[in-house]
């Protein structure tokens, strides 16, 4: 169990970081390999204006890169990114582009007029219950969109591209989840084929302070005076801070020069243990200078469509190939054909287009079998049905 059972009453009375939270240290990485892979090199961003988008963009620009070009289909994060650089780092050269990632000819174009030399593809719908409201849209974007990025990638002779991928890939029960865990198994056949690009994909567990997380919404609602809303109280996710989820990729993007018996791999971290929600919520609470139940009520609501109670890093079927010295584990590829990949690909963008939602699932599960929806009578997203 993490620490947080175990922190006494002074450290909870106490308004503490974010990371302070995970109940462990955070993990440092060597500045080094990152500042090599990056300084004068084309570093490409999507979803640039996004939580970790943002904090790579951030950091990317620190580093000394030759260019940067940030991907963003909100107007606003776009706006907000690159005001930042034009006030923190007027010096690093850059490219904002309002584009989707879901429109195959207008990135392509981006691609040959900016030619990166790596790209990181954060952009991607997050909120499980949202997605399974429009499982299209969730579709849409992180299969069909990462596959376009890709694509571009292998086209462009881009030296590297790593995938931001998630836990809730792992034995997904979310459209959410299926969706990234098919455009993984994309970007590991892309890197079995041996062509220009290392593609690289790595798996978060929660990110504390990004747009997806618990922590800000218990923040507010402790803010307000609660209650604090709970899905259930045995629910636990592994959980990292923005920092180190963004020192992540870019600690992976630096190990694409590894035998080619390594290829297809997907990198995760060492995080420590699982986390409880409820534990969590009643620490955040007590840190407020109040008391959890006499205070700020706290209320469970039921789980939601698509959600688990537990989150895994690792398939039953996944074995460990290496671990570094800095905490990450590359374990081994577990993939179709590209060629079935892409046929499949195909026959989901078809079903999407025609806004059939029961095909477009089907065809989702012909690549994630383990996909076991979680939320309705008849096995499929309440989305589906409605």
């Known amino acids: 169990m993490s620490g947080l059972a175990a922190a006494g009453p002074e450290d909870m009375a106490r308004l503490l970081a974010l990371g302070e939270l995970l109940g462990r240290p955070a993990i440092a990485f060597d500045e080094f390999p990152l500042r090599k892979l990056v300084r004068n090199r084309r570093i490409l961003v999507t979803g640039a204006g996004g939580s970790i988008g943002s904090e790579l963009v951030r950091q990317i620009a620190a580093l000394g890169p030759g260019h940067l070009t940030l991907i963003e289909n909100s107007e606003f994060n776009l706006y907000a990114i690159d005001q930042y650089l034009r006030e923190h780092r007027p010096e690093v050269s850059r490219t904002s582009v309002f584009c989707d990632i879901r429109d195959r000819n207008v990135l392509d174009d981006w691609f040959t007029r900016e030619q990166p030399d790596v790209v990181f593809h954060a952009a991607a719908l997050k909120h499980v219950p949202m997605a399974e409201d429009h499982p299209l ?16 990638c292998q086209s ?3 030296g590297v591209m790593v995938f931001v991928s998630t836990d809730k890939a792992v034995n997904p029960s979310s459209v959410m989840g299926a969706a990234k865990r098919a455009a993984e198994a994309y970007c590991q056949a892309m890197d079995l084929e041996a062509g220009p690009t290392r593609f690289v994909s790595v798996r978060f567990g929660n990110v504390l302070g990004s ?8 923040q507010r609602q402790i803010a307000e005076g609660g209650p604090i809303t709970l899905t259930h109280p045995d629910v636990s996710r592994y959980f990292m801070t923005l920092g180190e989820a963004v020192s992540l990729l870019l ?3 630096t190990l694409r020069e590894m035998p080619s018996e390594v290829r297809g791999g997907v990198y995760v971290m060492d995080i420590g243990d699982p986390i409880r929600i409820a534990d969590l919520a009643r620490l955040m609470i007590r840190m407020s200078g109040r008391r959890p139940e006499q205070d700020i009520e706290v209320r469970v609501i039921g789980l939601r469509p698509g959600e688990k109670l537990d989150e895994e890093l690792i398939h039953p079927d996944e074995d460990r190939i290496l671990r570094t010295a800095s905490g990450l584990s590359l374990v081994g590829p577990r993939t ?18 025609r806004l059939d939602r029961e095909a477009a699932i089907t065809h989702l599960r012909e690549i994630v079998p383990e996909f076991e929806p979680i939320g309705s009578e008849t096995g499929l997203p309440s989305a589906v049905n409605s």
């Open 336 to 353: 179709m054909a590209l060629d079935a990949l892409r046929a499949c690909f195909d026959r989901m963008q078809d079903a999407v287009t």
């Open 211 to 218: 747009s997806g997380s618990v922590a800000p919404l218990f």
């Open 156 to 158: 462009h002779n881009v």
């Open 137 to 152: 849209e969730s579709i849409r974007t992180n299969l069909l969109g990462a596959r376009h990025v890709a694509d571009a």
């Open 251 to 253: 600690q992976a993007a």
